[in-house]
């Protein structure tokens, strides 16, 4: 895919090519592992804008920024334009640059509270919030989807709302939020909500390899592409497709650099823990796998899971070293 600079209000990334936000995922170390393999921008995993207001410890915790991000972004949810003006307002952002209003979550609790995808069927109240968001002077953006289902393009309104409302970029997410996060995305939507609205589109969906990102960039016309459970799986997908030299030689290196970056965030133990999904995804596929699959719960500290990697990787030669 071509690859270039985008502007987002005052801002300017590196490429196009973005890491997305990503519940249980995307906190700062993996951010950060995103950003140096040649990821042009990552954002925070969603955060409540009422869990803000109301100081939630674990919400705090969300927005733990890395030095390795040049431009901060926090993805913010929520359905009421003025406690959204008040988080982005809020000391807990203060050390953000760029705020992502969530516009795409399908989850019941979410949606059912009438936020997250919800706010597809209400593009005035969501033009409200990104103008309120903007109130704060950062950077505004969002993410939305296609639609609710396959038979309806409300994606299409909501994105000319949002840029009416000051959005300065929109990613768009390819799927109806019927689908969740299955089947193909829907390339023609995307370019449609391209053609319609003249800030920066991004899009989004499905994007596991170069040639995916060069099919869903060249299909839609958008501006660049986000990915999210390629890169879950593979972060060295944003070094081959922005052709940034790897800052680890392999996957092995990045599992034990991992580790050793979320021990020196949470601790050891906590950080094995919530490696532990994590791991499943970086050694999907491999043989033997499933035999470190099986043994995940008995993995709390960092040491027992670098044995377990390094005997996945050698076999028997590396219990003798
Ligand atoms: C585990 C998981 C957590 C997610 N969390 C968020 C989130 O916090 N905010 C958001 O906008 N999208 C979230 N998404 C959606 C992704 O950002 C992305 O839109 C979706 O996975 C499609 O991209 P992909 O096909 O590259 O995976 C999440 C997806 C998954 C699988």
Redesign the pocket.
Known sequence: MRLKRIKIGKYETENNVFF???????DSPMREICLSFGAGLA????VSAKGILYENENTKDLLTVSPAEKIKCA?L?GNEPCIMRQAAESEYLSDFDVL?V?F??PMPKIYNNGE?SALLKEPKLAEKIISECKKSGKAVTC?I?VGLTDGDFLGKDLAKAAEQGGADLI?V?G?PKERI?AGE?DYDKIAEIKKSVSVPVIA?????SEKDADILSERTGADGV???????EDPFIFSRITETPPFLKDKEELIYRHLDMLKSRYGDELAAVRFRKQLCLYIKGMKNSVSVKQKLACFSDCDTIKKAVAHLFHGEKAEKE
């Open positions: 997305a936000p990503l519940a249980g995922f995307s954002f925070t995993e969603m993805q949810f992502d969530n795409g979550c997250g993410k989807r990613t997410h799927r996060y995305v989004n969906g499905g994007v596991f986000m990915i999210a459970r390629g890169a879950l």
